[in-house]
């Protein structure tokens, strides 16, 4: 491979990481008090199951949004 063909490729992988980034970003930002809700939880006071345990609830609260946003890098890798 030649040195422009490197940097052809260069290129693509950071366009791609750009484009990935950019729609993470778009994603936490719409989401962003699902996402305080999932990180605040064990700071509440009735949290007591185990930090290798996700509470039901909380699982069956955000499963939506956590397929939502595999499906959205899947199909951008």
Do not use: D, N
């Amino acid at each position: 491979m030649t040195f422009g063909g490197h940097l052809e490729v260069l290129r693509r992988m950071l366009f791609r990481i750009i484009a990935v980034a950019g729609t993470l970003s778009v994603i936490v930002f719409t989401c962003k008090e699902t996402i305080w809700g999932i990180l605040l939880t064990p700071s509440e006071c009735g949290f007591t199951t185990p930090h290798h345990k996700i509470s039901s609830q909380l699982l069956a609260k955000y499963r939506k949004h956590a397929l939502i946003v595999i499906m959205i890098v899947a199909a951008i890798l």
